[in-house]
C-alpha cells in the first residue's frame, strides 16, 4: 500500500505558524500557560482574556485524532465550523507574547482515554523542554456546587520552595496525601513538569462549576499578574461577568442536558465537585 503524503494526523501533530528556529533565538526564559476548556470554562476564560489585552503572536496549532467535539458522546470525528462558515478540523492553539516571554495554550479540547491525556500532555511538556520553558502554570476552576459571590484562587504547587513565591497571592491547596488533586490535563501538565525539572502551578479559581464563571478567571488572572509580573487590565471580565449572570439560567438548563445532572434544593443544577480543573 502507497504510503500517505501530505498533511495526516495519526497521534498528536503540531503545525507551527511561525519558523520553530526564529522562535528559538527570540526566546530567552520563557513561562507556559495553560488555559483549556474546564471546570466552569475558567481556564478558557483566563486565556481568551490574556490574548485580547496582551499582543500575541500564533506560534502553532495542535491538532490530535483524541480531539473530539467536548459535547458530544466520545469517539465522534468531525469538523467545525469557523465565523466565516468554513469547516476547520478540531485543534488547540499556541501563543506567544513577546513583552512577557509567554506561551498560552489554549483551547476546547484535552483528550478522550487516560492515555491521550499522557500522551497530550507528554507533548506540550516535551515543547517545553525544547524551549527552556522554566515555569508551567495552569489554570483552571475548583468546584465548590455552590454560588460564589467572591471567589478565591487556590495554588496547587510541585515543590515547598515555590510557596514563598505563590502563597501571598493564592491560597496554597492542602490535602491527604496521596488523594485526588488536579484533574485532567491541568494536573498531568505540572506533574510531568516537576519530574522534568520545570517548576509547575496549577491557579484554580472557586467556581460553582455547571456554567461558565469569568469571576474566578478575574481572580486566577490577578493572581497570575501578581506573581508573574504581567501588567493587564481586568476591567472586561466584570463586564463578561454581568453578561454570564444574565445568561445564567439557560446555561444551566444547556448543561443539564448535555451532562445529565441532576437538581440540588431549590431547583438549582449541582457543580461538579469531582473534575478540578
Do not use: W
Not at 55 to 73: C, D, I, N, T
Not at 127 to 134: A, M, P
Not at 235 to 252: G, N, R, T
Request: proline share 4%; net charge negative.
Amino acid at each position: 500500500m502507497r504510503a500517505m503524503s501530505g498533511f495526516t494526523i495519526e497521534d498528536f501533530k503540531f503545525e507551527y505558524s511561525i519558523d520553530r528556529s526564529e522562535l528559538e533565538g527570540r526566546i530567552e526564559s520563557p513561562i507556559f500557560v495553560e488555559g483549556l476548556l474546564g471546570v466552569g470554562h475558567v481556564g478558557l476564560l483566563s486565556a481568551n482574556h490574556l490574548l485580547r489585552e496582551l499582543e500575541f503572536e500564533k506560534a502553532a496549532e495542535v491538532y490530535s485524532p483524541h480531539f473530539s467535539e467536548p459535547f458530544q458522546p466520545k469517539d465522534t470525528p468531525g469538523v467545525v465550523y469557523s465565523e466565516k462558515g468554513t469547516a476547520k478540523l478540531h485543534y488547540n492553539e499556541l501563543f506567544y507574547n513577546p513583552e512577557n516571554d509567554l506561551f498560552v495554550y489554549k483551547g476546547l479540547y484535552q483528550g478522550d482515554y487516560c492515555e491521550y491525556y499522557y500522551r497530550h500532555a507528554n507533548l506540550m511538556i516535551g515543547f517545553c523542554n525544547d524551549l527552556g520553558v522554566g515555569r508551567v502554570y495552569t489554570l483552571g476552576g475548583l468546584g465548590t456546587g455552590s454560588e460564589v459571590e467572591e471567589p478565591n484562587t487556590h495554588a496547587i504547587v510541585t515543590s515547598e520552595e515555590q510557596v514563598a513565591r505563590i502563597g501571598p497571592h493564592a491560597e496554597i491547596q492542602r490535602g491527604k496525601e496521596n488523594r485526588p488533586g488536579v484533574t485532567g490535563l491541568s494536573g498531568l501538565l505540572i506533574g510531568i513538569a516537576e519530574k522534568n525539572g520545570i517548576e509547575g502551578v496549577s491557579l484554580l479559581g472557586e467556581t460553582h462549576g455547571a456554567y461558565p464563571d469569568a469571576k474566578a478567571a478575574k481572580t486566577v488572572l490577578d493572581s497570575l499578574s501578581k506573581i508573574e509580573g504581567i501588567e493587564m487590565g481586568l476591567s472586561a471580565l466584570d463586564e463578561k461577568a454581568e453578561e454570564l449572570e444574565e445568561k445564567k439560567e439557560e446555561f444551566k438548563r444547556k448543561m443539564k442536558m448535555i451532562r445529565g445532572r441532576g437538581r440540588g434544593r431549590g431547583g438549582e443544577e449541582r457543580g461538579d465537585r469531582r473534575y478540578v480543573g
